[in-house]
């Protein structure tokens, strides 16, 4: 029943999304030492969620094949100054990308829970 209502298939995209944007952010500082690391980033969530068709696709080989906002676009390299070692990571970017995330994943989950509270209100049953 969830899965057919638009606004709660948006929460679940951008928490997974958000979720391997927090990924992405972890290599990026995991690899901040790393001569010659270039930092990446995901594209924008209204691009990805715009491209999402709601086709059919496997999460991973061997899952069931499903619609799943799972599937996400590989991270591009981010524009960004390089030091002298040929990283491009800046923790302080990183830092507010990660803030970013973080927001987006609370925005989601409570969206998430206001629809279940307006639809369990609906159907007469209490939290």
Known sequence: MFDKLELTRMAQSLATYSGARMAVIARNVANADTPGFKAKDMPA??????????????????????????????????????????????????MVKSVEARQSQEMALAIYRATSDVIRASLGRPR
């Open 45 to 94: 969530f209204s691009e990805v969620f715009a491209e999402d068709t709601g086709t059919m696709r496997a999460t991973r080989p061997g899952h069931l094949m499903a619609a799943s906002p799972a599937a996400l676009p590989t991270p591009d390299v981010a524009r960004g100054r390089e030091a002298p070692n040929g990283n491009s990571v800046s923790l302080e970017a990183e």
